[in-house]
């Protein structure tokens, strides 16, 4: 364990992409040599995770329970650990620190965590409910490490390494470690999805057995953004989809049971019995090929129209629904593409002949799993006016697919095109900032923003993390510090209200949590206006006229006090908790 810990720490003191590769390569060929056994388990940690993809459990772990056992292994109160952790932006560092501080005190041995026991302790993590055993477990294996090992085993715990080494560059050193071809682990990556079983077969020169099996993930083909494929040449044959606004699903369908992949949640098989059991009892007669077929689960209206994306929330937060909940939001499977079937990969086989089988294919699927429409794409000038129907039809925009492309498993490439604009912008004012989190811990990057209700007063409408470079944060960081009204207080900093944004977005919802009543969906900073003046911001009317037009063209729906998720603690306007302790222990190439 210490030899991974020291290259994370390495690759977190570095941007050189080649050196953080160089440095993951060599630890993994440390740990191939002298613990070849738990090499699948070693390169899954430096991504991230504890878990094998094909895991179905969680390991149940969050920021509280991990302080816990913290605060009994080095003696230092949960309370020192949430200061510390709003210091560093991380609570991982802060373990390390306790731990670093309890060793010079002598009350830990220091003598290093072995990577056997930290695979046990996160297996005894995921195969147990008991609180009282994951603590255990925690305190057992903290209590053995070294400051790095605990700093980034309680990152990988709570599922952010937060090192800039994202699983392509855990790619890369897999292939820079055993000396196979970058080209050859990418794509067995993205057959297989789990960077442990590529390591694996990078070791002992097997990249050529990684192939599409069912009941196995693989990772998803995405699309490119149209503003990143500028020049494109649109004249090659494409076909034109309507993009969906639900739950990209990967499906193995079989005679003996159906899995559903969920891009970024992994196995959600039990949270859509409605979608899983019909196919297999479709299978299991014979009707229906046993197949991999990808598309996305939404809730549609009687009409068949798409309800949005919050329709879909209530069934993602169960993971065995009850029937009721069923039956109150019952689900389709729009599907749009075949990657295997009857025993046969039809990765290399073009779109056009995939689209053909899958359309047999879904002649005998059950009622509630539908062939997406796909149409060719007549003319490049025509995309505007589809666009725009597709808007007026519920839909969030535009695929573009090119015929001839096979399926890149697991690549954003430029055969598959994504349309899909800002719902609109507005003009609003920053009233908070917060610090962010880690190489941005010492920068005022997180910004809370506000319009003006009817009264001149301004009400917080949303938080934008995104849209400035790292000069323009810095530059903000100062005009920031300078308009601050008072002292920062865990890591939020109130400024008078002078600094206008243009923030685009891409829905509002209402909201409990912001005192204007709405919450902007995705925002992200389109500009710094500092032409304009604080009483030229929008106002909440505004935000009202755009919610409701939302209402109107299908996008979004009504909801009571009751449907939408209360704030919890009494956090208003847009204050995020200390520290992002999800846990994401699968992510099948996940968007980034």
Not at 125 to 147: N, W
Not at 203 to 225: H, I, N, Q, Y
Request: contains cysteine; hydrophobic residues 45%.
């Amino acid at each position: 364990m210490r030899r991974l810990a020291d290259a994370l720490f390495a690759c977190e003191g570095t941007r050189a992409r080649t050196a953080k590769v160089g440095a993951l390569a060599s630890a993994l060929r440390d740990v191939s040599t002298q613990t070849p056994s738990c090499l699948a388990f070693a390169t899954r940690l430096l991504s991230g995770a504890l878990l094998p993809v094909l895991d179905g459990r969680t390991l149940g772990v969050g920021y509280a329970l991990l302080v816990d056992a913290a605060a009994q292994v080095t003696g230092m109160t949960p309370a020192w650990f949430g200061v510390r952790a709003r210091a560093s932006g991380d609570l991982g560092t802060a373990i390390g620190d306790a731990v670093h501080g309890a060793l010079e005190d002598e009350r830990l041995p220091g003598t290093g965590l072995r990577l056997g026991d930290a695979e046990e302790m996160a297996s005894t993590l995921a195969g147990t409910g008991s609180r009282e055993a994951k603590l255990a477990a925690l305190v057992d294996a903290l209590s053995a490490t070294t400051p790095h090992e605990a700093r980034y085993l309680a990152r990988a715990v709570l599922g952010e390494m937060r090192v800039g080494a994202k699983e392509g560059i855990v790619i890369d050193a897999v292939a820079a470690a055993f000396g196979r071809p970058a080209d050859q682990v990418r794509r067995a990556a993205g057959i297989v999805a789990d960077v442990g079983l590529v390591a694996e077969l990078a070791r002992d020169d097997r990249l050529s057995e990684a192939t599409v099996t069912l009941g196995r993930p693989l990772g998803f083909m995405l699309a490119s953004p149209l503003e990143t494929a500028r020049g494109l040449d649109l004249t090659v044959p494409h076909a034109v989809e309507d993009k969906i606004d639900g739950v990209r699903a990967q499906v193995h369908v079989s005679a003996a049971s159906t899995a559903i992949f969920a891009r970024g949640k992994g196995a959600v098989t039990s949270a859509f019995p409605d979608v899983a059991g019909p196919l297999t009892e479709h299978a299991a007669t014979g009707a229906l090929a046993e197949a991999i077929v990808d598309g996305e689960i939404v809730v549609v209206t009687e009409d068949g129209r798409p309800r949005p994306f919050s329709a879909i929330q209530p069934r993602l937060k169960k993971n065995e629904p009850d029937p009721d909940l069923v039956r109150a939001h019952p689900v389709v499977l729009l599907v749009y593409d075949l990657v295997w079937q009857a025993g046969q990969s039809l990765l290399d086989v073009p779109f056009r002949e995939r689209r053909d089988r899958l359309a047999a294919w879904c002649t005998a699927a059950p009622p509630n799993v539908r062939l997406h429409g796909s149409a060719p794409l007549a003319s490049p000038d025509s995309v505007d006016l589809l666009f725009e129907d597709a808007r007026k039809r519920g839909w969030e925009g535009l695929v573009l697919k090119r015929l001839d492309a096979p399926y890149a498993a697991g690549v954003r490439g430029f055969a598959w095109i994504k349309v899909k604009k800002a719902f609109a912008t507005l003009d609003v004012v920053i009233v908070a900032a917060e610090r962010g989190h880690g190489r941005r811990n010492e920068v005022l990057s997180d910004y809370t923003f506000a319009v003006r209700d009817d009264d001149g007063a301004l009400l917080p409408v949303g938080k934008a993390y995104s849209g400035l470079t790292d000069a323009e944060i810095k530059d903000m960081t100062e005009r920031l510090r300078a308009l601050a009204i008072g002292e920062e207080r865990h890591g939020l900093l109130a400024v008078r209200p002078e600094i206008v944004l243009e923030v685009a977005f891409d829905g509002i919802q209402r909201s409990d949590r912001h005192a204007s009543g709405y919450a902007l969906r995705f925002p992200r900073i389109a500009r710094i206006r500092d032409d304009k003046r604080v009483d030229e911001v929008n106002a909440v009317a505004d935000v009202r006229a755009l919610y409701e037009a939302q209402l109107a063209s299908g996008h979004r729906e009504d909801e009571t006090a009751a449907d939408r998720r209360p704030s919890r603690g009494g956090r208003r306007s847009g204050r995020r908790p200390d520290v992002r302790a999800k846990s994401k222990q699968l992510k099948l190439f996940d968007d980034s």
